[in-house]
């Protein structure tokens, strides 16, 4: 009965952007540090941006992950993208307080940069 599900991938042209949904059903977010991540074949699984339980949002590079509890989501706002960031990116939650222990993974959407 629990999901946590991507949408928002495809294909963008090398200096694009693209906005990448996660919503979590079946359970709330408002317990648990969410993250992004990526991996491009033949490479490990690698951390993009993540955020505590009561951040909103955080910046990391080119790359901003916000919070919107209200609608059991999270987004990865992707700027100035470069084909290097082709990967398949994922979404997790990790429980804390009441929910410590509690882990999920999204399936995964692809991202494609290429012109």
């Not at 979590?24 to 991996?39: D, E, V």
């Not at 990391?60 to 916000?66: A, K, L, P, S």
Request: aromatic fraction near 10%; include cysteine.
């Amino acid at each position: 009965q629990v999901q946590l599900v991507e949408s928002g991938g495809g294909l963008v042209q090398p200096g694009g952007s693209l906005r990448l949904s996660c919503t979590a059903s079946g359970f709330t977010l408002k317990n648990f540090a969410m993250s992004w991540h990526r991996q491009a074949p033949g490479k490990e699984r690698e951390l993009v941006v993540g955020i505590r339980v009561f951040e909103t949002a955080r910046g990391q590079d080119r790359f901003t992950i916000i919070r919107d509890n209200a609608k059991n989501s999270v987004y990865l706002q992707m700027n100035s993208l470069r084909p290097e960031d082709t990967a398949v990116y994922y979404c997790k939650a990790e429980g804390q307080y009441s929910d410590s222990g509690v882990q999920y993974w999204g399936q995964g959407t692809q991202v494609t940069v290429s012109s």
